[in-house]
């Protein structure tokens, strides 16, 4: 039988450990998002991927699955799934690309950017109370965010 006395951890306590800080971050912001995101009848991440197709249609009236797929470092597979899921509730179409015949273009439907804009509202006013502790630092936070991100991309 193992002791405990024998396990050797690098940090004095979890508070002292970013990753687990993070963890726990990370499932409190969930649930926060979670209650906001179940009445209009979307997950996290299905808002995720319509926020990112949201933003790249701003710009883009071309928008593919791969695009929504870089712009929220997710697994393309798993963005797949998850646009199928998108429009067999009609808040988005898939429609054959013109140049490129393996992609399809993704665009919002009427009831897709009204969910979203909902969606959106409410997650604007739940991040901010929810992030309202770090108060004025708030844009040092992000760049942090920004920076951690960036430097652990594949």
């Known amino acids: 039988m193992a002791t405990t006395a024998k396990i050797e951890f690098k940090f004095k306590s979890p508070e002292d450990s970013p990753g687990y800080l993070l963890g726990q971050v990370t499932l409190l912001w969930q649930r926060k998002q979670k209650k906001v995101l ?3 009848n979307l997950t996290q991440t299905q808002f995720a991927l319509l926020a990112a197709l949201g933003w790249l249609s701003r710009e883009n009236d ?5 695009d ?3 712009q929220g470092n997710a697994d393309r597979m798993m ?3 998850v646009l199928r899921t998108l429009e067999e509730k ?8 013109k140049t ?3 992609a399809k273009v993704i665009k919002l439907t009427d009831a897709g950017a009204e969910v979203l804009q909902k969606a959106l509202t409410a997650i604007e006013l739940a991040d901010m109370e929810f992030f309202s502790i770090v108060g004025k630092d708030l844009l040092g936070f992000n760049k942090n965010m920004v ?7 594949d």
Do not use: C, G, M, Y
Not at 62 to 66: D, E, I
Not at 90 to 97: L, P, Q, V
Not at 147 to 152: F, L, T, V
């Open 38 to 40: 179940d009445p209009l």
């Open 68 to 70: 929504i797929a870089n």
């Open 100 to 102: 490129d015949t393996r």
């Open 79 to 81: 963005v797949s799934k």
């Open 90 to 97: 009609k808040f988005i179409s898939r429609e054959e690309h």
């Open 62 to 66: 071309k928008v593919t699955q791969v």
């Open 147 to 153: 920076n951690i991100i960036n430097e652990n991309k």
